[in-house]
């Protein structure tokens, strides 16, 4: 287990970037002003362009598509989003060892297999195999794959999952004045620090804090975090500071060890669905290891010290009450959208509300919207799947207390260096609806409001100059045409640092 080692000299220093990096206090994100845009010299790259916008165009395409749950044949979980065994890397070469092994009770997926699960599959579409033996069932994918770990990374992931719990029962206790206890009074005092600080910025486009109520529309409250890796020994920095003073020091080494097994998973899965080596994973996917030297914790090195932190991210959503009259399909938490990752790694929640647009194999450009696709709801699978425990039932498959599941979206940059092969997850969150009120018109006790509470992990390219890919030596050489290929997107994306293709694919963020 990794250690921290924060001490209070570095305490204040960091607490003198964040003040001086951003003056303003309790702001929003959204109305955050970005400094202007360097002006830089990119060479124009039309078919990046085009691939942003095929994928906003599949976007708007899937708003017009319905969820169907309860109806008669509707896309199910296990019929459309594949699940997967996976350990960590430290656990592969312990296999042998029953006590240190996390995969205990499956089988670990082969690299095939995740290639596989996330690759589109239009066979169905061209009628050499039925619609409902597809990998995908009657999809031709999603870009969503549901990870089953065990063991101690279970254990690991539930320790992230308890970190976000913590963290909103003392944002909570933040305003409960009359707290006169000492250990809750000092979280109590960290939960208002913690809400006056608002949302900051440490350098153009890189923020970290609480934003209370989101764009003031009432529906969710966040934690943007920042990461500033640590040595090999050390657990990563978490911004803001005051996270750790609120969770305590047991919860946030439980967030660390949770996150460190989702880079790890999320790196497996990308190296094995782009065919990279060890060396091209780590020069091109930041999983918050350090790359570059340590700089100075002074004011007058934000910037500097904003290039060091890790362009992947943890953040920490609560989606609040919605009102009862809202429809929930019209009035979603979080409308379709992608995520500029490799992937995003979600520790499923005790509460449902995540949706992944599965579109059909056979009907993708029908006329009527309804057969074009459905909205699919990942759960825990159901079906034992030829990777199970012999012998296992689908009760102890999908309740065995020993497991936890991981849902793990392909964002962007899977897509495009993917070569098209798989789709970039197009997803929506829909908060639950509050209870009914009791015939007499009175909410009961057992009628209370829960709210969804969500701890997604983004993994990203690095930023640094040494990110660039290099197509020949980088990617698995494919004669596969994928179902979104583009002709001479990869040429163009040869010899160009991974990063700044958001430039290309997105100018005006």
């Not at 109305?31 to 916008?53: V, W």
Request: glycine content about 6%; hydrophobic content about 35%.
């Amino acid at each position: 287990m990794m250690t921290t080692k924060m001490n209070s000299l570095q305490t204040a220093a960091l607490l003198l970037l964040s003040a001086a990096a951003a003056p303003q206090t309790a702001i929003a994100l959204s109305t955050i002003t970005q400094q202007p845009k360097p002006p830089t010299a990119t060479t124009d790259r039309p078919l990046l362009r085009q691939f942003g916008r095929g994928i906003n165009d599949r976007i708007l395409n899937s708003k017009e598509g319905y969820n169907r749950f309860g109806s008669d044949d509707h896309y199910t979980s296990d019929e459309t989003i594949p699940c997967l065994d996976m350990q960590t890397t430290s656990d592969s070469d312990t296999t042998n060892n029953n006590v240190a092994a996390s995969s205990s009770l499956y089988d670990v997926s082969s690299q095939r297999k995740i290639r596989e699960a996330y690759m589109a599959n239009d066979n169905t579409q061209q009628g050499t195999i039925p619609a409902s033996d597809g990998i995908h069932g009657r999809s031709s994918g999603s870009g969503c794959c549901i990870i089953r770990l065990t063991g101690k990374d279970a254990t690991s992931v539930r320790g992230l999952v308890d970190f976000a719990d913590n963290f909103f029962e003392g944002v909570d206790s933040g305003d409960n004045e009359s707290d006169n206890d000492d250990s809750n009074g000092a979280t109590s005092i960290a939960a208002r620090r913690l809400k006056d600080l608002g949302v900051f910025r440490i350098a153009n486009n890189v923020h970290a804090g609480f934003d209370h109520n989101v764009n003031e529309e009432g529906k969710m409250q966040v934690l943007y975090t920042k990461l500033i890796p640590g040595d090999d020994d050390e657990d990563p920095l978490l911004l803001p500071l005051e996270v750790g003073d609120l969770v305590g020091t047991k919860s946030l080494s439980g967030a660390h060890s949770g996150m460190s097994t989702l880079f790890d998973i999320g790196s497996q899965i990308t190296s094995a669905v782009l065919g990279m080596d060890t060396e091209s994973t780590n020069k091109l996917l930041d999983d918050c290891s350090r790359t570059t030297a340590k700089v100075e914790m002074i004011s007058d090195n934000h910037e500097q010290i904003a290039d060091t932190m890790s362009n992947s991210y943890q953040r920490i959503i609560r989606y609040l009450k919605p009102k009862q009259d809202e429809d929930a399909q019209n009035d979603a938490a979080f409308w379709p959208h992608v995520d500029s990752t490799f992937l995003t790694l979600i520790p499923m929640p005790e509460i449902a509300g995540l949706e992944v647009w599965c579109p059909s194999s056979r009907y993708a450009e029908s006329d009527d919207m309804s057969e074009r696709g459905e909205w699919v709801r990942p759960i825990k699978p159901t079906v034992i799947d030829e990777g199970a425990a012999a012998g296992m039932d689908a009760e102890a498959n999908s309740d065995d207390e020993d497991c936890i599941h991981v849902v793990a979206l392909a964002g962007e940059f899977l897509q495009l260096l993917s070569d098209g092969q798989v789709p970039t997850c197009i997803h929506r969150v829909i908060a639950p609806k509050p209870p009914s009120p009791s015939a007499f018109g009175f909410g009961t006790s057992n009628n209370k409001y829960k709210p969804r509470v969500s701890a997604p992990l983004f993994l990203r390219p690095r930023r640094g100059d040494e990110a660039v890919l290099d197509v020949e030596s980088d990617l698995r050489d494919s004669d596969n045409t994928g179902l979104y290929f583009e002709k001479g997107l990869m040429e163009e994306c040869d010899e160009m640092r991974v990063w700044d293709y958001m430039d290309c694919m997105s100018p005006n963020n």
